[in-house]
């Protein structure tokens, strides 16, 4: 269990990395993206702006959290 | 070759010099301080398993129907890339330490030398450091190709040799400087990726979510430099975030 554990802990800090709330947002803009794109809309602009979102808000909660230098 | 295929390539042999530096500043420490059997062992281990990793997955992932493919490769490097990205980012704008290849060496091999070893005896430590090192290292390449590759006609064996190509490179470059290159803009190159991974991803992503691009595979040569002056604007805010507190002390002390 302990090594299953790992395992999916393992994949899921390479895939996802430091901030989970990236991949949500990442997931719900190509969501959204494929409703609109199938309910005849134009949807590309949709995925820009939620990834743009995305980044800016991840740096500006970490540049909140860490007022000094993270290492690494 | 397309415009898509040129930037698959660099994305390629970017990420993969990038990595290739670290992985060489691991296998030099262990070479150095326990010899160079078990390191060379190690990396061998390392670079065979990436090679079956490559070789099962990315044929596997071409058995998918296009559109799938795009949506599910688009979306991992969209958060792989928006990753990197976000860490270039905050290095940038001083908010996280910049990759130290000579400091990061110091510390491998003084930790490395520390450990104990048995004589005559088959270096275990020094061939499982080298080989998680190359392993470790070389598995986000072996993502960019897999996920680079499969989305091209033909790809994986063009995105695979861009990536052998770099190596080569910094490895022929680590043995004649003997010793880790510290000298390499990782930083920088790590940024670049950053960019290429997120704009490819962008691009798949909405594609594969069955959107049109208004100008096709044209609309790249628009979607990589947003994405980079995008990523600017934030490391210009955390420049302008971490210098109004110095500015600030500066003036108090200026005043006192």
């Known amino acids: 269990m302990n090594l299953v554990r ?3 802990g393992f994949w899921w800090s390479f895939i996802v ?3 989970w709330r990236i991949a949500a947002l990442v997931v719900i803009g190509l969501g959204l993206c494929a409703a609109a794109a199938h309910g005849g809309l134009a949807a590309w602009w949709i995925p820009c702006v939620v990834v743009a979102a995305a980044l800016w808000l991840s740096v500006w909660r970490a540049a909140r959290r860490a007022p000094r230098r993270e290492g690494g | 070759m397309t415009g898509g295929t040129v930037g698959l390539l660099a994305a390629v042999f970017l990420a993969c010099a990038v990595e290739a530096v670290e992985a060489t500043t691991i296998v030099f420490a262990i070479g150095v301080t326990r010899g160079w059997r078990p ?13 079956v990793i490559v070789g099962a997955l990315g044929p596997a992932l071409t058995l998918l129907p296009i559109g799938a493919l795009r949506l599910v490769v688009g979306t991992l490097l969209l958060i792989f ?7 270039a980012v905050l290095r940038a704008g001083g908010l996280q330490a910049h990759r130290d290849e000579a400091a990061a060496y110091r510390g491998l091999a003084e930790q490395a030398g520390a450990v104990a070893r048995s004589e005559g005896r088959f270096d275990a430590y020094g061939f499982t450091i080298s080989f998680k090192g190359v392993l470790l290292e070389g598995l986000e390449v072996a993502f960019i190709v897999i996920t680079f590759g499969s989305n091209q006609k033909d790809g994986i064996i063009p995105a695979t040799l861009a990536a052998l190509a770099a190596v080569l490179v910094i490895v022929g470059a680590a043995a004649s400087v003997r010793g880790p290159l510290s000298r390499v803009p990782e930083n920088v190159i790590k940024y670049g990726v950053g960019v290429l991974l997120t704009s ?7 594609e594969g979510a069955g959107a049109a691009w208004p100008a096709s595979d044209a609309s790249l040569l ?5 994405v980079l002056v995008c990523s600017l604007a934030a490391v210009a805010v955390l420049r302008r975030g971490r210098g109004r507190p110095r500015l600030a ?3 108090a002390g200026a005043g006192s």
């Open chain 1, 6 to 8: 790992r395992f999916l």
């Open chain 1, 17 to 19: 990395g430091d901030d």
């Open chain 2, 39 to 51: 390191a060379l062992l190690g990396t061998t281990a390392g670079l065979a398993t990436l090679a």
């Open chain 2, 81 to 87: 890339g928006l990753g990197w990205l976000r860490k």
């Open chain 2, 200 to 206: 490819f991803g962008l691009f798949w992503g909405t």
């Open chain 2, 222 to 226: 628009v979607l990589i430099p947003a």
């Open chain 2, 249 to 251: 002390e500066a003036r």
